[in-house]
């Protein structure tokens, strides 16, 4: 199993980022993919995730702010991200798992791509 994620960068309050995770080796259409970040000293923290039939569920903190949304064909999550704030900085990381509850429940996936950071100045 193989995710990458894409589309991290520097962007200021306000502003907008789309983030992608490509996975391979998985089927991906049964799979449930989410979106997980870690601040600087801080523990990694659920975001976002969708399910093999697209239920969709999000953190409070970036509910109404950030979509995310799945594509079968290619194989990609994405995390469009809007209203950026400060506190939006981390490192993003998507998981993968047959499985929705760990995923959906904080406790991550059974794979990991390596993080695209994300940094949302004032």
């Known amino acids: 199993v193989q995710l990458v994620e894409s589309g991290g960068g520097s962007v200021q309050a306000g502003g907008s980022l789309r983030l992608s995770c490509e996975a391979s080796?998985?089927?991906?259409?049964?799979?449930?993919l989410g979106w997980y970040r870690q601040a600087p000293g801080e523990q990694r923290e659920f975001v976002a995730a969708i399910t093999n039939d697209d239920l969709v569920h999000y953190a409070d903190s970036v509910r109404g702010r950030f979509t995310i949304s799945r594509d079968n064909v290619k194989d990609t999550v994405y995390l469009q991200m809007n209203s950026l704030k400060p506190e939006d900085t981390a490192v993003y990381y998507c998981?993968?798992?047959?499985?929705?509850?760990?995923?959906?429940?904080?406790?991550?996936?059974?794979?990991w791509g390596q993080g695209t950071p994300v940094t949302v100045s004032s």
């Open positions: 998981p993968a798992d047959r499985s929705p509850w760990g995923i959906v429940g904080g406790r991550g996936g059974s794979s």
């Open positions: 080796g998985i089927f991906f259409s049964v799979y449930t």
